[in-house]
């Protein structure tokens, strides 16, 4: 089974800074796109941030500038380094990866860790 699991998270205040990291674990025989998504208390979770096998990367308009992902393959990790925060309460960080499972060739599938929540304080 794959598992990932976030840090990083916390309070900080508008225009502040901060790094979200997550791990990959588990048998699987490659991993493909991993992103960030955020949500919002009573809100659809929306995609962040991506960033594919081929290191190509792809942001939501509202972050672009301020965001940035970043993969280590070798160590199974994607980060997210957060600048010039904006006061927008607290919302969860997810972190989601693709990864190839199975026996042989095996399948793709999507998996997600629990979150962790930031709160930008204004």
């Known amino acids: 089974q794959v598992q990932l699991v976030e840090s990083g998270g916390g309070l900080v205040e508008a225009g502040g800074s901060l790094r979200l990291s997550c791990s990959v674990s588990?048998?699987?025989?490659?991993?493909?796109?991993m992103a960030w998504y955020r949500q919002a208390p009573g809100s659809q979770r929306d995609l962040v941030a991506a960033v594919r096998s081929d290191e190509s990367t792809h942001y939501r308009d509202a972050v672009k500038g301020r965001f940035t992902i970043t993969r280590d393959k070798d160590k199974k990790m994607v980060y997210l380094q957060m600048d010039n925060l904006k006061p927008e309460g607290a919302d969860v960080y997810y972190c989601s990866a693709d990864a190839r499972v199975g026996k042989g060739w095996g399948t793709w599938e999507n998996f997600w860790g629990l979150g962790t929540e930031v709160t930008v304080r204004s």
């Open positions: 588990g048998s699987m025989i490659g991993i493909g796109t």
